[in-house]
Every structure is written in structure tokens, then in C-alpha cells.
């Protein structure tokens, strides 16, 4: 049984395959509507998170299957106080395929130790988020054609940051990509990413505070929102949220073919004006989103 | 001098850092057996000044002392069959530990859920750190 609880429980090998399906159900998206006729997913989520969920629903229903599931936690009979465990189990009678986000960490792992049905992780609290991660890549390769080769510029909350701390450590494993580490002294990288991943690994890194610095070497933006629930104290908070905001005279800054990605929902930190320059690749984001779920509900489901 | 009957058959866990013989006691599940057990803390001893020594008299197969490997590598462990030593065991970090210690972390899944197994895996060798299977938190292994 195949689950998927951490980006990197895909080799490069699987992940470059599992790339390649997106992309062709990129293209022709015909072929695929029908391959999960008469399959269920089941849409698992203990925390409301409108983008993951719509997102997972609308690739199981993209494919030809149906979706069950509930949307937060006060809907499942864990208010009744059954375990992850037991509830999977029992959605193992009902499913063929589960995508489970869950506020505490490890909870998806939980998930696949008693599942019957292949589990994929839709978050899990702040430690894993591997369909964003894997949505990154597909972008990534998409517009830019390679995962190699990158100088990746990395902006905001890089402290709590999950889709950074995850991004990271999928893309070290391609040769040549050296990352620009952009933030505030108070939200750097946390020191096992610098350590453990970044040092050990050799990979060539440096760390800034102003993102204008940073801009004219990039071939690619990665923006990521300063979380409010994130601070104790409210006027951290307030001082960190406005440090980065990129709009257009920035934008004047960066190469031609920057792409700017975010993994959404974006508060202020990249004005709207910047929206409809050609390197705004967030939205792209979000459709390239349900093509990988796509590929990796097929993938799991040994359809394709 | 303390003396200190013989035992006929078990084990005699000798360089126990001194202080730590209880902790052990209670990892082990002495407490849970209904054996003999002797506990010396505080012996003299000329390569740690003081140590602590467990003597417990119980089939040899009675015990897991891969938690032993976890607590302190460093502790001698003699097999004792017939009064006599016929073995020493050489300990070393296992690989994983299950329900011996707890994760600390708010965050994660078995803080909410009482009922999973408390698992621990060793992922780096050299510095003896441990991290939670589930939420991969660190725990940093006492001395």
C-alpha cells in the first residue's frame, strides 16, 4: 500500500514520472476524465482549508470519481472522541483513496498505519503539506522547464514557513540550485534546515533582509505570507506582515523571465498590480495543483 | 565494604552512571517483575568515582535491554548463569525505542491521542538524537 505523508517519500525517479502525467493530463485532459469512474475519495478534513480540499475535490471529480468526506472536525465523530485511527479505518469501507488534512502533527501517518486505502497527507498541522510541495515542482518544472540549474529566491515567514522548509528539501536533491534566503532576523530559516539540510548538503545559499538586494539574480520568487497565528504578541505580528511587500517598481528589479510564485492565500505581501505582469505565477499555481493531485490520486490508485 | 548476595542466574548492570539506577529501574519494568533486585547507588568506583550497579535475579530472557542501549550505551552488562559471568553484552543505540519516552511536542498527534505507541527513531547516530515518528520532534537523549 502506497501512501504519501512526506514530499520525500517520492524518489526523484517517481516524482520526475509522477511530473510527467500532470503535465500530460495537461494536455489532454480528455483522456483522463473517465479513468476513475466508480471510485471514491475520501476528503478527510479536521480543519477548514477551502484551497486543499476544493482542490483534492476537484481532481477526484476531474477524473470521473466521487468525493465523500467532511470538511471540518466538528462534522466527524471526532467530537465524539474516535480516533484517526478508528475513523480511517472505518473510511476504508467506504473509499478507495483518502486525502486527510489534520491540525496536530503526525496525524496523517496515524492515518496510513491503519488505513486499507492509500492516504494521502493534505497537511498536517505545521509539519508536512506534500501536495503543495509537489504542486511547487510541477509549477516550477512547467514554466520554467528544468528543477535543476535555479537560483530560488525564498521570501518572508521563513521560520514557520512549512512549503519552504518542504521546498527546499525536495529541490537539493536536483544539481546546480542554490537558494537566497530573504527575511527578517526574526524569521530566518530554522537552524536544521540551514544545518542539516542546506550545509550538509553543500548547497550554496546566502542570507538577506532586503528583498531589493536579492531580486536582479533571481530566476525564481517563491513569496510566502507572514502567518498571524504564528506570533504570541500581536505587534510582532503587525511589524512583520507589512516587511515585504513586492509590486511593481520591484518587479522592475527582477530578470525578464523571474516567475513569482506564492502558495496562497496571499494577504498583502504581493500587490494585486503585479497580478497581471506575465512572471505572476500563483494563479498558474493553483490550477498546476489539481493536476498533480490528479496524477497522484491516479498514480496511488495504480491507474496510471 | 558492601556485600551484596550472589545471584545464580541474571544480570548485573555495572557502570550505571551514579543517579540513574532508579530511572533505569522503572525503564526496564523492575518495578513490574517479581524478582530479586538489588540496587547499589553511589558505589566507589575507580574509572567513574561513583556509579550505580543493578543486580537482578531473573530469567535471562525476562528482560529488553535494548532500552539499556538508549539510556547510556556505556553500561556494562553481565550475563550471569550458574554464579558466574558467561557473557557481557555489548549495548548500542537502538534504532527505534517504543513507549519509553514521551513526545513533548503540543503540536503533535499523541498529545491529543493516548492511545498510540510513544515511538522513537534514531536519525542521527553521531549526536544520539532520537525524533518522534509522527511528528519528527527532537528529542535530545539525556546523559
Redesign the interface.
Known amino acids: 500500500m502506497n501512501h504519501i505523508i512526506s514530499p520525500l517519500d517520492l524518489s526523484v525517479e517517481e516524482l520526475d514520472k509522477l511530473l510527467d502525467l500532470a503535465n500530460d493530463i495537461e494536455r489532454y485532459p480528455e483522456k483522463y476524465a473517465h479513468t476513475c469512474e466508480g471510485k471514491r475519495l475520501a476528503s478527510l478534513f479536521y480543519e477548514p482549508s477551502t484551497r486543499t480540499r476544493l482542490s483534492f475535490e476537484a481532481a477526484m471529480m476531474n477524473l470521473g470519481g466521487k468525493v465523500l468526506g467532511f470538511s471540518e472536525q466538528g462534522s466527524s465523530s471526532a467530537t465524539k472522541g474516535e480516533s484517526v485511527a478508528d475513523t480511517i479505518r472505518v473510511v476504508s469501507c467506504y473509499a478507495d483513496i483518502a486525502a486527510i488534512r489534520h491540525p496536530k502533527e503526525g496525524a496523517a501517518l496515524v492515518a496510513s498505519m491503519a488505513s486499507q486505502i492509500p492516504v494521502i497527507n493534505a497537511g498536517d498541522g505545521g509539519h508536512q503539506h506534500p501536495t503543495q510541495t509537489l504542486t511547487d515542482l510541477l509549477t516550477i518544472r512547467s514554466l520554467k522547464g528544468r528543477l535543476d540549474n535555479l537560483n530560488i529566491g525564498l521570501c518572508g515567514d521563513l521560520k514557520f514557513g512549512r512549503t519552504v522548509h518542504s521546498l527546499i528539501e525536495a529541490l537539493v536533491r536536483y544539481p546546480n540550485v542554490s537558494f537566497t534566503l530573504i527575511s527578517p532576523e526574526e524569521l530566518r530559516i530554522p537552524g536544521y534546515i540551514r544545518n542539516e539540510v542546506l550545509k550538509k548538503k553543500d548547497i550554496p545559499f546566502r542570507e538577506v533582509v532586503r528583498l531589493e538586494e536579492a531580486l536582479p539574480e533571481l530566476d525564481l520568487l517563491y513569496m510566502t505570507r507572514v502567518q498571524k497565528e504564528r506570533f504570541f504578541n500581536e505587534e510582532d505580528y503587525i511589524r512583520m506582515k507589512d516587511f515585504y511587500i513586492l509590486d511593481e517598481i520591484k518587479m522592475k528589479l527582477a530578470k525578464p523571465d523571474m516567475l513569482v510564485l506564492h502558495p496562497l492565500p496571499r494577504v498583502n505581501e504581493i500587490s494585486v498590480e503585479v497580478d497581471k505582469d506575465p512572471r505572476a505565477a500563483y494563479f498558474k499555481q493553483a490550477q498546476y495543483g489539481v493536476y498533480v493531485r490528479m496524477a497522484l490520486i491516479l498514480t496511488l490508485l495504480e491507474i496510471a | 565494604m558492601l556485600n551484596v548476595g550472589q545471584i545464580t542466574e541474571g544480570f548485573v548492570l555495572d557502570h550505571i552512571k551514579a543517579g540513574n539506577s532508579m530511572t533505569i529501574y522503572h525503564d526496564l519494568g523492575l518495578d513490574k517483575l517479581d524478582c530479586t533486585v538489588a540496587i547499589i547507588k553511589n558505589a566507589r568506583s575507580n574509572k567513574m568515582g561513583k556509579k550505580d550497579i543493578l543486580k537482578v535475579e531473573c530469567d535471562i530472557d525476562t528482560l529488553n535491554l535494548d532500552i539499556l542501549g538508549f539510556i547510556d550505551h556505556n553500561i556494562t552488562v553481565n550475563i550471569i548463569q550458574n554464579g558466574e559471568i558467561v557473557d557481557k553484552k555489548k549495548l548500542k543505540l537502538p534504532p527505534e525505542i517504543v513507549n519509553v519516552i514521551q513526545c513533548k511536542?503540543p503540536?503533535?498527534?499523541?498529545?491529543?491521542?493516548h492511545?498510540?505507541d510513544q515511538i522513537f527513531v534514531l536519525t542521527d547516530e553521531e549526536r544520539e538524537i532520537y525524533r518522534?515518528?509522527?511528528?519528527?520532534?527532537?528529542y535530545k537523549k539525556y546523559k
Open positions: 511536542n503540536r503533535c498527534i499523541t498529545s491529543i491521542e492511545g498510540l518522534c515518528k509522527y511528528c519528527e520532534g527532537k
